[in-house]
């Protein structure tokens, strides 16, 4: 383990390169000085609008993509550094993506038994018939699918949407992995059925003692599945903190901005009146300095001459402006 730490990015960068003529020299800033740890059994939520960099900041981590500089680091090892098929295979093991989509991320064609065996199998974590339908059963009661044998011989089309997504994360824990990574689990669900997959996955954390990276456009949601908060805008972390800290004593404009647009008066997350001009801005040729300062109300001229440090105001509590 990494000084007590499950997962630590440092100064994380992932820039793509733009295609076509026109293009050249043109890339999307999709993550720019990341940095954050995940310790063990603790959950983070990554927070942003679309188009903020989240997913890729997990899909960096989860291997999808290289990142250009700084470093990925899981249980003391950095994820570049492995080269053979082998360290893949465990690190695949170990950190588990959950998709968005509980309509595309299952092959049509197989049974859930076996979209649920094959990674069991791949990872050789079953010795025999019998363990292997022990793993089956327990993992499909754990996710709420009982009784499991009715589930296992079914295809994905024969279960609702709500269903399907448990099967999906039935899937990412069948190979007891130390981190989910959770791309925006809930979000194509029905509103009626995210509560039930929300306290699914709290009740299968405690249960098997994993880490999540929660990622999600919905502070509420953080709120609720996470201990600590980072908030992403246009490729960077503006704040990270306690999540209490960081939704009740939000200091960045952008936060406070994201708060006041949260539409959830049962969550808690009381209206505040913050002005903001813009949308948020392309990842292509991003704004200079702060990347929030051609919308920010409290933009002075500095403001686009450097990008602002990440600072601790203290207990954890990290913003990235000039005002903190
Ligand atoms: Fe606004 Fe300046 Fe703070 Fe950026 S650094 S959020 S522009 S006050």
Redesign the pocket.
Known sequence: MNGGYALELRSVRKHFPLRGLMARGRFVHAMDDIGFSLGAGESLALVGESGSGKTTTASVIARLYEHDSGSVVVDGEEIAAFRSRAEALRYRKKVQLIFQDPFGSLNPTHTIRQILERPILIHGLAKGKDELEARLREILEQVGLSPAGEYLRRFPHELSGGQRQRVNIARGFAVEPEIILADEPTSMLDVSIRMGVMNMMLDLKERRGVSYLYITHDLAGARYMCSRIAVMYAGMIMEIGPTDEVIQGAV???VRLLKAASPSPESGLARTRVAAKGEIPSLIDPPSG?R??PR?P???GG?SAAV?ALRDIGGGHLVR???A
């Open positions: 960045h404009p952008y702060c929030f300062h920010c409290y933009a002075t403001c602002p402006c000039v005002l």
